[in-house]
């Protein structure tokens, strides 16, 4: 009779690791789904932002060349016309500095490591950490961290 007890604790126990294993695999499933959407979001915001960026130089580009030749021609007309090169100059380079701190700015918003995909994950180790832990099961299960819903 001791027997057949033991030989049941070790198919519970048996069939209590396949589940664990296989809802592992099917969390680590989910997550690589998450990741992909992720990445895939913030690859279509790189290549819009990329199209856009290369579009906005070229026409403006050739704006600035157009008008600074302009502007330089007309300040020819009061200042000798190596100052008016000049302070056209000048003003091309404040504007196009302002431009590239904008790009920077844009590119700095781009996600290259999916932010929910990391912390889910961080979570999910928590909580198979816990899980296989001694006394995990009778443990309260994890909290969610960084303001994660619940």
């Known amino acids: ?5 033991h030989e049941a604790d070790h198919q519970s126990m048996s069939a209590l690791v396949g589940g664990i294993i296989d ?3 099917r969390l680590f499933r989910q997550e690589i789904a ?3 959407r ?3 979001a913030e690859w279509t915001k790189t290549k819009s932002a990329a199209v856009l960026l290369g579009g ?4 403006l580009a050739l704006g600035i060349v157009l008008l600074g030749f302009m502007f330089a021609k007309l300040l020819a007309l009061v200042l000798p016309e190596w100052a008016g090169f000049g302070i056209v100059g000048g003003v091309l380079i404040i504007l196009g500095g302002i ?3 904008s790009a920077v700015a844009t590119i700095n918003r781009i996600h290259l490591v999916p932010p929910r995909t990391v912390q889910s994950l961080e979570e999910d180790m928590e909580a198979v950490t816990n899980a ?3 006394g995990g099961a009778s443990q ?3 909290t969610r961290v960084r303001g994660g819903p619940a």
């Not at 009779?1 to 007890?5: A, G, R, S, V």
């Open 56 to 59: 906005g130089i070229a026409v």
């Open 140 to 142: 309260s299960p994890p």
């Open 23 to 25: 809802d592992i695999q």
């Open 1 to 5: 009779m001791p027997d057949l007890i």
């Open 99 to 101: 431009l590239l701190s």
């Open 132 to 134: 296989v832990s001694p």
């Open 38 to 40: 992720e990445i895939q």
């Open 34 to 36: 998450l990741a992909r």
